[in-house]
């Protein structure tokens, strides 16, 4: 049965396997006249790519996005747009090992067990490399979501035991951890030291925070907003855990207590998903 | 928008203001065959039905379930399964002050800027009272998962700031909060006189545990089990976050210490879905 | 699997048998603020309604519709909207005898096979007592698309040979056989006595008339309008032809015959299809 | 809003405008283990390709399909199977002068007034190079349909007036003009002789015979085989008419005559389609 698709009105299907000829998308809805270049999602992809600093994968991916459909003159035509990123390194070798042993905690066995074959190279299609797409696709979602004046923010907000006293998302875009509180950055480079040291990874918690979203997105009762964030963010891979809000303490307060704080909010339009790792941070 | 339906094979799409005619849902996609009587689907909605014990809201709902299609001479036929609750008390005089107020904490505040017209009485279709039929529903897809040897079982772990020392999810069948650990029904009792005493209420964390749940269920890589159960759960009323196994402290541990628990695993079977309400039970 | 829903915004599902309990269908997606009210869908119910005129099947159906949710002070809400049609006539005798025979022409031997189990009376959910529902979903649509000054006017072109010489919309409202052309209705006064007396059915070619119809409406390439039509046409019981515009004929003609009479519509905002129905019209 | 997916559990989505970088298309949930290879993509590609012979437009199209994913050694993975063809012929010199022109009876228009933006080089999207693509999904579709018996046999019956007298599916793969009567061949030599002379056009009617369908396939009622067929068919550009089974005549029948006919089938399990285009044989 069909799962690679996200979204209703715009919508995102992807394909492409981590050691297959090409990954890609194909953005289903994207409203017409909206300015896009392969240079701007180029940008996101190079925020994503593992190997750029000693603390993350040193997988060496050159991922070139290329536009394919939907784009003319710059800007989009409501036709669907087809984004590829060829993969430069397809030789096998390195995996072939694989073949018959399953690595702990990664999902080819389960692909082996629904399918009964599967591409073992580097995961193949469960491998982590599928989240290319989301932020190719994202990319485009984020122009029009800009062009409307909703922004979001990613943010890591602890990682392993080390966690932001007071989470700023802006601190996030300063350092090589994408942290939000920069205080914290010469824990983080003693942990990471002992990590590397050891070979070993520890998860986090990341959060995004979206402000200036307008009151009435999403659809009652089952596609409620939450309910469609709390779904795309529970199907990236290794995370185990999906928050709408800071709940840590939330079962130590009184429903009156919460509805005094809550109650200053009225309709609150700056909106916080917090999300958890198991692990995500691979050093090799 | 539409966004009153989930499921994709087994669907079901559900209609009902807490204060109108009835609340009904229609299942599409139920295997033919499956024998399934408006009792067994009462059972499950007496258990839901609020004002049962002194620690729940104490609305009344004395809700009979009927079947008014898509079975026949006690089995299903395949064809669409219609469920429906006439609502008894549909008097508005209780809620009429709400007509220009909003109460804190409820949906009703963006249903009247979404659409600019609401049923105010009750909370209308954002009432909690909508979860009734879920639990209907869910009573036949239970039928089937359970013939195909599929178990699970709910509970709850947390109440406010007690504790289950121990989950037993067999446990929470035998006391009125459905608390996985029987040791800590004084401290609940307390908890409650003083809550009654307060009017007040608390959160509470819940957890689901599904027995032989069969390997590769799931569509990668956006409609993962996980991604699903995360969407299907975070579209509760008052849900706040939602894990997939027991994430309290996961990232005190190191991958390697992940990895090594893991391993004994191989594929598991069982399956555990843990989620947070923010002031669920409501003490009136 | 699911079939029993129609529409991706403005969706509709339906179920019931013909000789259940009742007949119902869910709106998800209706727009909220637009008045709409039982008399409303009933007047049209009342015109499909058999056994109103000696020329169509005779079968008693007084079907009221009620309106269980969805609807509020006369307006809707932007919630689903649910409406109902209890069978007053539930007695099966008329129909036990077909409990093993299959009627010719009819769906029931493909229920049997398809669910190895069905409700056979009367058709159960095979039965063309289905578009009911059809008909009072459409009538919440209508008043929808009345609104934004859209038309749709339904008539009957040819009834077994007989045919009309000039499609007329209009006339079709004014006799018992909605036939567009009015200078026919002698020849279909004595087609219709021969076929009463032999006990005999003839088919039918009908058409719908679409005024002011925005240009742009449906999604290319696959959601065409035309293919979308042609899909919900197609699904009726004993439909088996489906045109965009008139094409008899058009085999003689030459393209560029054709290109000179469409030049002159340049973006024509009438759209007109027909569909033919083999042997609709049951003479009981 | 997105249109340009078809299918629920074989679900293929398309892209590429006919002088943009590639045409190309993503195929969720074909099941695993089927052996499928570029080389027998390319074969059905090759017969739809045009300018093959003189009868039929003379554009070149060098069409080349790659697989880009889901498939490994030589077997589908259950995973995304992505197809990609290249445009070798990007100029858009010829097509320029279309900017501020609208060719009659194309959908370009209608691509300018729903998008206000358009790819205008040789029809962008709305070319009927698209359906490349649905020769190429449908090739894997065949494949998946033939393993399990199922032969779709494809057919012209009718090319301007120039009909079969009897229809020979087998004898459409013989001629040029895929033909279902071999005696009507000088008929349409003579025809297309006097169309190339005048540079006219003429519509065609096609048909698809469908062997070993098995009893039960769709879901009533809306997503019917008949409906779902109608729909894909129809959103084929220059259809205006399809038809379940031959209707010719049928409206000449009375019900008992039909009932007779069909009561010697029982449960047929050759299906025919029919379907008519409006001038699809463009002479350039």
């Not at 030789?91 to 990664?106: A, E, K, V």
């Not at 485009?140 to 979001?152: R, S």
């Amino acid at each position: 049965m069909s799962g690679n698709t996200y979204g209703k009105l715009f919508k995102v299907t992807t394909y492409g396997e981590s050691h297959g000829k090409a990954l890609g998308c194909i953005i289903d809805g994207c409203p017409p006249q909206l300015e896009i270049s392969a240079e701007e999602i180029q940008i996101e992809l190079d925020r994503r790519k593992p190997g750029q600093s000693d603390v993350t994968t040193q997988r060496k991916e050159s991922d070139r996005v290329e536009i394919l459909s939907g784009v003319f003159e710059g800007k989009t035509t409501g036709t669907p747009i087809s984004l590829i990123i060829y993969n430069e390194d397809q030789r096998s070798q390195d995996y072939s090992n694989l073949q018959d042993t399953f690595r702990p905690n990664h999902a080819d066995i389960t692909y082996q067990a629904k399918y009964g074959h599967r591409d073992y190279r580097g995961g193949g299609r469960s491998s982590a490399r599928e989240t290319a797409m989301r932020v190719a696709a994202g990319t485009v979602a984020k122009k029009y979501l800009n062009a409307l004046g909703i922004k979001a923010t990613g943010y890591v907000s602890q990682i392993g035991p080390i966690k932001a006293d007071l989470i700023n998302p802006s601190e996030a875009q300063t350092n090589k951890y994408f942290f939000a509180d920069s205080k914290k950055i010469k824990d983080l480079d003693t942990l990471f030291a002992e990590l590397i040291q050891e070979g070993n990874s520890v998860g986090a918690k990341l959060g995004v925070c979206i402000e200036n979203c307008p009151v009435g997105l999403g659809e009652p009762v089952f596609d409620k907003l939450d309910a469609d964030l709390a779904k795309a963010i529970m199907s990236i891979n290794a995370v185990k855990s999906v928050s709408i809000g800071n709940v840590d303490g939330i079962l130590d307060l009184k429903g009156s207590e919460i509805r005094d704080e809550s109650v200053k909010m009225a309709l609150p339009q700056t909106m916080q998903v917090e999300f958890l790792v198991g692990s995500l941070m691979v050093i090799l």
